[in-house]
């Protein structure tokens, strides 16, 4: 039996990744503002390390007000440049305006589904190929790794622990519905 999955043991900043992969990594999310947080992680990773993102988890959530979709929503200029000077997350003028416009997309999305992990739940379960379709429809900066990460790291997708490490076990108790890749 391996202690952790290969990446994280095979990782220069072991304690770092291993803190994600043991709490976050694979578990479902039921809260709308941490499924939108991690929309926005995995959109930030894109092209940069997730070391650089897992150290700055944090100044993410404090920017983005703690990823409550409303407010991130109402976001005018003030606060796109308030974004874009802060040296505690990645200040990419696409990035930035992506997690405002997808904010956006998730308040109308309320409306039907009543919640993002309602919208979720009602397209649950799709695979990758569909997933991919449905979210560049109906999100931006959105391609097919962002939502494979996205779609793995909340519990959707199957692949964030391989079977023989101990937390593939937790996510499953802690009531992950893999869709196999």
């Known amino acids: 039996m391996t202690l952790y999955c290969r ?78 000077g802060d040296a505690g997350i990645i200040r990419n003028r696409l990035k930035i305006n992506a997690a405002i416009e997808n904010a956006r997309r998730i308040l109308a999305l309320k409306a039907t589904f009543g919640s993002f992990k309602g919208w979720l739940e009602a397209h649950h379960p799709n695979d990758l190929a569909t997933w991919t379709k449905l979210f560049k429809k ?12 996205f779609l793995m790291s909340t519990g959707y997708l199957e692949g964030a622990h391989e079977e023989d490490c101990p937390v593939h076990n937790w996510v499953q108790t802690a009531g992950a519905s893999w869709t196999r890749l």
């Open 7 to 84: 990446f994280v043991a095979e990782h220069p900043e072991q304690a770092l990744h291993r803190a994600y992969h043991d709490t976050q990594y694979g578990f479902p999310l039921t809260n709308d503002a941490e499924l939108f947080g991690r929309l926005i992680l995995e959109i930030n990773q894109a092209g940069l390390s997730w070391t650089t993102i897992l150290k700055k988890q944090e100044a993410f959530r404090r920017a983005y007000d703690g990823f409550d979709i409303g407010t991130v929503a109402s976001y005018g200029a003030a606060d796109h440049a308030r974004l874009m």
């Open 138 to 149: 109906t999100f931006v900066f959105t391609g097919s790794e962002i939502v494979k990460e």
